[in-house]
């Protein structure tokens, strides 16, 4: 079976340094890969996901991800993070070829940036 | 473009009452469609999901159910509430065979 497990539960920087977001998965057959980013009371908004070629993924808000196949990895990087990047950011992994597209998610990481 | 709405925004509920949350998906066809929980400070549950209407699949033992009674409509309902259903619920959506899913902006629910 599937499973996402995000190394971190609270994450707290300083702004304008930089971050890692760490999560690794396991799975028995190849995967997509995704991060998700959540406001305070909102929905989840895509950030950015691996489905194949290039292992360095960027997505919106200046944030990037390396899939790392042989140490099941999929941390998430920002060189330099802003105050309002403070949110919950999850972790998530989809099985495929699959009909349902079901995703499975980590528990997520509260990132916290202090002025 | 794609849409995805959900309501009420926030609801109080009391114990034992039924519950009727409803998602609906604009700007698309045959979406799959797809429930989460999330409960304070914990990750986010697939309660159920749907690849067509009438045709739901559950994750989960609960005290939840499902429907689906037109293509981009996605209902989620209780007879009788529990304390335990408090939480923030999410419907997503993706197309069929695609990986990529987009949430709606979620529904608090708070059962006294």
């Known amino acids: 079976a599937q499973s996402v497990t995000q190394l971190d539960s609270q994450v707290p920087v300083f702004e304008e340094a930089p971050v890692e977001l760490r999560c690794n998965y396991s799975?028995?057959?190849?995967?997509?890969l995704f991060w998700y980013v959540q406001y305070p009371n909102q929905g989840l908004q895509l950030l950015l996901k691996?489905?194949?070629?290039?292992?360095l993924v960027k997505g919106i808000n200046g944030f990037e991800a390396e899939f790392n196949k042989s140490q099941t990895s999929f941390h998430l990087r920002k060189p330099s993070v802003h105050i309002s990047d403070t949110a919950e950011y999850f972790c998530?992994?989809?099985?495929?070829?699959?009909?349902?597209?079901?995703?499975?998610f980590g528990q997520g990481t509260t990132l916290q940036v202090k002025p | 473009s794609q849409t995805i709405h959900q309501w009420p925004a926030t609801l109080v509920q009391p114990v034992g009452s039924p519950l009727s949350l409803e998602c609906t998906v604009e700007?698309?066809?045959?979406?799959?469609l797809y429930w989460y929980r999330q409960a304070a400070g914990r990750g986010l549950q697939l309660l159920f999901y749907?690849?067509?209407?009438?045709?739901i699949s559950s994750e989960v033992p609960q005290n939840l159910s499902a429907s689906r009674p037109q293509d981009r409509q996605f209902i989620l309902s209780s007879k009788k509430l529990l304390l335990s259903d408090s939480g923030f619920y999410l419907c997503?959506?993706?197309?069929?065979?695609?990986?990529?899913?987009?949430f709606g902006p979620g529904t608090r629910l708070l059962v006294l």
């Open positions: 998530a992994v989809s099985d495929l070829p699959s009909n349902t597209g079901k995703l499975i």
């Open positions: 691996y489905l194949s070629g290039s292992t």
């Open positions: 749907s690849v067509g209407i009438g045709q």
């Open positions: 799975s028995s057959v190849s995967v997509y």
């Open positions: 700007g698309t066809s045959n979406p799959n």
């Open positions: 997503a959506w993706s197309v069929r065979g695609r990986e990529t899913q987009y």
